[in-house]
């Protein structure tokens, strides 16, 4: 069936640091991608999407290219900052349905 | 301000005892959908409607019911909790169906 797989975490990184978490998924037909982030406490805020093949997403510094032939959607940042900690969730939905299937997220924490 | 807003907050019930946790958004969103979050397993979706009167099954929908008799609310009902029900709930809208850009705070429930 469809599935998200994201790299475990936690991911620990240095201020300025360069951040990759890795993102694959396996669905039939042509889904959606996305990126949500969870700051502590609260609930998920959408990041990015990408909606076909080789776009890419952006938001706030991330970003995140749509990759087909490798069934991928890492989300990266040149340069983390603090503000950065937080659970990051790929998730994907498949073309003209309601279902989302998320990733079991990935906690960055950004050390100063 | 656009909102989602769950209700309660925090519950803490025991098994058999029925429950209702409202969401209503004020956006005039046609899609909400209901997820659960649970160490690691990411978020799973129970529920999903892409207009009034219009309700569909996510990943885990067993133990749950949903009704949407208005736009704006979307109910999520469990006739006979159990302990396995324990977790954190999330409720969603948008315009665009699967692709949920306004979250609740969530509603942390505790089936004892």
């Known amino acids: 069936g469809d599935s998200v797989t994201q790299m475990e975490g936690p991911v620990t990184l240095s201020e300025e640091a360069f951040l990759t978490i890795n993102c694959t998924y396996t669905?039939?037909?042509?889904?959606?991608l996305f990126w949500y982030v969870q700051y502590p406490g609260e609930g998920l805020q959408l990041l990015l999407k990408?909606?076909?093949?080789?776009d890419k997403g952006s938001n706030k510094g991330f970003e995140a290219t749509y990759r087909k032939e490798t069934t991928s959607f890492h989300l990266e940042k040149g340069s983390v900052q603090v503000s950065d900690s937080a659970v990051y969730f790929c998730?994907?939905?498949?073309?003209?349905?309601?279902?989302?299937?998320f990733g079991q997220g990935t906690t960055l924490q950004v050390k100063p | 301000e656009a909102q989602v807003t769950q209700n309660p907050r925090y519950l803490i019930t025991v098994t058999g005892k029925k429950l209702t946790v409202t969401c209503s958004q004020n956006?005039?969103?046609?899609?909400m959908s209901w997820y659960r979050q649970d160490p690691g397993l990411g978020l799973r979706q129970i529920y999903y409607?892409?207009?009034?009167?219009?309700?569909d099954k996510g990943d885990v929908p067993e133990g749950y019911k949903v009704s949407r008799k208005e736009k704006r609310n979307f109910p999520l009902i469990l006739e006979s909790p159990s302990p396995n029900q324990t977790s954190l709930y999330f409720c969603?809208?948008?315009?665009?169906?699967?692709?949920?850009?306004?979250f609740g705070d969530g509603t942390r429930l505790s089936i004892l």
């Open positions: 969603a809208s948008s315009l665009v169906g699967g692709q949920p850009q306004h």
């Open positions: 669905a039939t037909g042509y889904p959606s």
């Open positions: 990408a909606t076909k093949a080789d």
């Open positions: 998730a994907l939905t498949l073309s003209n349905t309601g279902k989302l299937i």
């Open positions: 956006m005039n969103h046609e899609y």
């Open positions: 409607s892409m207009n009034v009167e219009v309700t």
